[in-house]
């Protein structure tokens, strides 16, 4: 039985079309668009890729998941876990790789190496941060809310201090001065961590503008009054 899935933009079932992953190919009963994200109706990891899209105005379709019906649709990606990305016939995964990506192709990843590196350097922190999140919520939420929540302004601190030292608080902007795709990583990160614990950036006032400022942009702010995005629940349990 084919996979029940939710679209975002009507596509037609009926045809089907060749991509290609490190030099495989394999078939996906979706007429081909220039973009399409395929994820489930959570924020998870989806979120961040969403944020770069919308903010830049990059017209893509959405292939959202039924939890359901995942054992059906995980043999097709190469790591067994979602996103997965496609621009044309070309698939992509990994979302740390997918934003990447991006920001290479629309010029928000720097071409000066050091820049680069900061940028580089930033997001590997935000997924070090992800990754602890990503425990509390899957393996050990009521146990372990309150010391996450205590131990989170230190935590937290290096992308102050970070921040602050790049000249964030006059910018707006992580690295460089210019939005980067680490900027729409690390806004997801902290809007997460505020729905956990609204006081968390109270003592980081760098941190706490950059989040105002993300929260802002019109395009950013439009899309979070969306019905799509005000029912999606951050995480697959339900845990936020």
Known sequence: MPCRIKLIIKVTLTQTYTYSFLGTTATSPHKTMAYRLEYFDVRGRGESIRYLLKDNELVY??????????????????????????????????????????????????????????????????????????????????????????????????????????????????????????DYNLYDLLDIHVLLSPTCLDTLPTLKAYHNTFNSRPRLAAYRQTEAFKKRNVNGNGKQ
């Not at 190469?78 to 995964?93: C, E, I, K, L, R």
């Not at 990843?109 to 999140?133: F, H, I, K, W």
Request: proline share 7%; no cysteine; net charge negative.
């Open 61 to 182: 379709d959405e292939v959202l998941i039924d939890f359901n019906d995942w054992p059906k649709y995980k043999p097709k990606m190469p790591y067994g876990q979602a996103p997965a990305f496609y621009s044309g016939d070309t698939m992509f995964v990994q979302s740390n790789s997918i934003l990447r990506y991006l920001g290479r192709k629309h010029d928000m990843y720097p071409s000066d190496p050091v820049t680069a590196y900061q940028v580089d350097m930033l997001n590997d922190g935000v997924e070090d941060l992800r990754n602890l999140y990503v425990k509390l919520i899957y393996q050990n939420y009521d146990a372990g809310k309150e010391e996450y929540v205590k131990a989170l302004p230190e935590r937290l601190q290096p992308f102050e201090n970070i921040l602050k030292a790049n000249g964030a608080t006059s910018s707006g902007f992580a690295v460089g001065g210019k939005v980067s795709f680490v």
